[in-house]
């Protein structure tokens, strides 16, 4: 089940009404090791073997990148780069002489773009569900901090633990207020969690 809540984004000027959009309420991040468990499920593979192609995946399609190709797998998407300049000194012509030569470039991000059949077969197989109702605005919280403080007990009840971005991601928090909330809980008796381990390695669990 993807739950999903409808977020109210303000215009430019903050005056009047603002544009809604729907946004998933994401669960948690899946690792590599999740994924890898989870392929194992589905293949004759070892887990050494799998681990050991999806890290071979990411370094050949950063290579070819860097080569200057854009990299189609198929069933899932094509990446490439997307590049920006390096510097503050904007985007426009001293004069129609000018030729730039005084800009640095960089790679700002790298773009995906999905396969058609694979939004298709989501959309097919996807099972929405609305978390909230009503319109939550855009930058408020989609839960209270004891729903967050509820949520995260029921993740680690079901994982064993969560870590600071699973937590984050849980609860469509920033990291910083994530950490906040989390040390929060640890310091409070009662809490049901509790830290263990340091940075950044630290985990919590139910206590």
Do not use: C
Not at 43 to 67: Q, Y
Not at 182 to 192: A, I, P, R, V
Request: charged letters at 30%; glycine letters at 8%.
């Amino acid at each position: 089940m993807t739950q999903f809540v409808l977020k109210e984004m303000n215009d430019l000027d903050g005056k009047g009404k603002g544009r809604v959009y729907p946004q998933v309420v994401i669960n948690r991040l899946m690792t590599t090791e999740d994924l890898v468990k989870r392929m194992q499920d589905n293949t004759r593979l070892g887990s050494a073997a799998i681990h050991a192609t999806l890290l071979s995946l990411g370094e050949n399609i950063a290579s070819l990148l860097d080569m200057g190709f854009s990299v189609k797998i198929d069933n899932l998407g094509t990446f490439s780069l997307s590049l920006g300049f390096a510097d503050k000194k904007g985007n426009k012509m001293e004069d129609e002489d000018d030729k730039m030569n005084y800009r640095r470039v960089a790679v700002k991000n790298i773009t995906f773009k999905p396969e058609s059949d694979l939004i298709f077969n989501i959309n097919k197989n996807i099972n929405l569900e609305r978390h909230v109702q009503g319109v939550v605005k855009s930058g408020s919280d989609s839960f209270t901090p004891e729903e967050r403080r509820l949520r995260a007990l029921d993740f680690m009840g079901r994982h064993g633990q969560i870590t600071l971005q699973e937590y984050a991601n849980l609860n469509n928090v920033s990291r910083s207020k994530a950490s906040r909330e989390l040390n929060k809980w640890d310091e409070m008796e009662g809490s049901g969690i509790r830290s263990y381990g340091n940075a950044p390695h630290k985990v919590w669990k139910k206590e």
